[in-house]
């Protein structure tokens, strides 16, 4: 039995969400926006990027350049960035136990190994960046092709409800997060295969999963 985790980046292993909210605020201006309060921010989190925008009388026909001045933005602080508290001893007692990992980003590769290797993480057989944060199904599709991975013994694990759409689409398993961007009530409302709240947990969810499928 082969098991293969394949992992969100930001919010799932990088603790990213207040330093996206700082980098949305900083920007705001530009926009003709004033910044978000937190309370602002966190009503937001849970709505899906053109709800967010509706919400914020945000033009949707400006979207795509909002979006891509965030990420070059985001690129520029990600040597600020740590692991999601714990996930690091997760990660590392992961590649430990022979499990094959995976990671699926909207960052470039470059960009996500720097973060890795800075924080000791250099544990994963394969990272793919993206070219957006849209159509991540189809990333963890060819994946799945490209490294010959057994859909039903793998798992993608993030932190959105995007992922639960995504793995769902891709046709494995979604194990969604509770440290990052979605709430613990949106992300069940959209059924994810499994749900942890801590990242010690997810070493328990895979020694119940080995056991079931050795």
């Given at each position: 039995m082969n098991l293969a985790l394949i992992f969100d980046f930001d919010g799932t292993v990088a603790n990213s969400i207040?330093?996206?909210?700082?980098?949305?605020?900083?920007?705001?201006?530009?926009?003709?926006?004033?910044?978000?309060?937190q309370e602002t921010f966190n009503t937001l989190r849970d709505?899906?990027?053109?709800?967010?925008?509706?919400k914020l009388h945000f033009p949707l026909s400006k979207l795509p350049q909002a979006i891509t001045?965030?990420?070059?933005?985001?690129?520029?602080?990600?040597?600020?960035?740590?692991?999601?508290?714990?996930?690091?001893?997760?990660?590392?007692?992961?590649?430990?136990w022979g499990i094959i990992l995976g990671l699926i980003s909207s960052n470039d590769a470059e960009h996500i190994n720097d973060f890795l290797k800075r924080n000791n993480l250099d544990c994963f057989?394969?990272?793919?960046?993206t070219k957006g944060i849209l159509g991540k199904h189809n990333s963890i599709r060819?994946?799945?092709?490209?490294?010959?991975?057994n859909q039903n013994h793998t798992?993608?694990?993030g932190d959105e409800v995007r992922d639960i759409k995504a793995a769902h689409r891709s046709?494995?398993?979604i194990i969604s997060v509770t440290w990052g961007l979605h709430s613990e009530e949106n992300l069940l409302r959209h059924h994810?295969?499994?749900?942890?709240?801590?990242?010690?947990?997810?070493l328990d969810l895979v020694q119940n999963v080995q056991s079931h499928l050795s």
């Open positions: 207040e330093a996206i909210f700082q980098l949305i605020n900083k920007l705001a201006p530009s926009y003709g926006f004033e910044p978000l309060s709505l899906s990027i053109p709800k967010a925008c509706r001045t965030v990420l070059n933005e985001y690129r520029q602080i990600m040597p600020q960035l740590l692991p999601c508290p714990g996930m690091d001893t997760v990660i590392r007692k992961l590649k430990e057989d394969w990272i793919e960046g060819t994946q799945v092709k490209k490294h010959k991975l798992f993608y694990i046709k494995v398993k994810p295969d499994y749900l942890v709240r801590k990242p010690e947990e997810l």
